[in-house]
């Protein structure tokens, strides 16, 4: 059961985290968020009391670490390589030929992507070894992938880059087998060269600040 909070409450905080984090909670929803808080409080140690920490989120300035713990019990962590199959086809049928020979026409071996919302880092991880497969010459080029989410747990799992058996469900093996070591049993860490071209930024998608410090150059 959800706890005992408030509608007003409820409301006031789904209005704060739309604002600072773009996370959207209509009434519909309200029941998700409360369980959400409870699952946050428990997760910090400091906090045992909803309602007291309902009210540190609604004060001016809120502690961001409070926040953080809200947000990352409301996100949901649902990808895998290759996720979007259409999307991946389009990408590699029709955008980045096309990217790419402007690119070559230019004589500029630069490229520059960003991953929305990238989660534990599947699908930005997903693009480089596109790249890899479309570049022969990829070790010549200048790529930057910037994967942001607004879940630190998840991107501190996405820096990592290493995955289960689930993460490859719709991939072909030939692919894990090409582009993945075996650290451990049941545990896949993608190889440095792919690896080194993401970087990982927390961000909300209201701050331009990630932006600008990748791609200022």
């Known amino acids: 059961m959800p706890p005992d909070i408030p509608d007003h409450l409820i409301?006031?905080?789904?209005?704060?985290?739309?604002a600072e984090t773009g996370l959207f909670f209509p009434e519909n929803r309200w029941r998700s968020l409360r369980r959400g808080i409870a699952a946050a409080v428990r997760d910090l140690s400091e906090e045992d009391n909803i309602l007291s920490y309902i009210q540190r989120l609604l004060s001016s300035p809120f502690p961001q670490n409070l926040?953080?713990?809200?947000?990352?019990?409301?996100?949901?962590?649902?990808?895998?390589?290759?996720?979007?199959k259409s999307l991946f086809h389009v990408l590699e049928n029709?955008?980045?030929?096309?990217?790419?020979?402007?690119?070559?026409?230019?004589?500029?071996?630069?490229?520059?992507?960003?991953?929305?919302?990238?989660?534990?880092?599947?699908?930005?991880?997903?693009?480089?070894i596109l790249l890899d497969q479309m570049l022969p010459d990829m070790q010549e080029w200048d790529i930057t992938i910037l994967a942001t989410d607004i879940n630190s747990d998840f991107l501190r799992k996405a820096e990592k880059g290493i995955y289960r058996h689930w993460s490859f469900r719709e991939t072909p093996s030939r692919i894990k087998e090409k582009y993945f070591r075996e650290k451990e049993k049941q545990l896949f860490e993608i190889y440095p060269n792919l690896k080194k071209i993401v970087t990982f930024a927390r961000s909300n998608l209201t701050s331009a600040s990630c932006f600008e410090n990748t791609f200022s150059h």
């Open 94 to 128: 029709n955008i980045l030929p096309e990217l790419i020979g402007s690119r070559l026409r230019e004589k500029q071996h630069k490229l520059r992507f960003w991953s929305a919302g990238c989660c534990t880092g599947e699908e930005a991880y997903s693009l480089s």
């Open 67 to 84: 926040m953080d713990a809200l947000v990352n019990r409301l996100t949901v962590g649902e990808t895998y390589f290759f996720r979007d």
């Open 11 to 18: 409301f006031q905080l789904s209005q704060v985290l739309a």
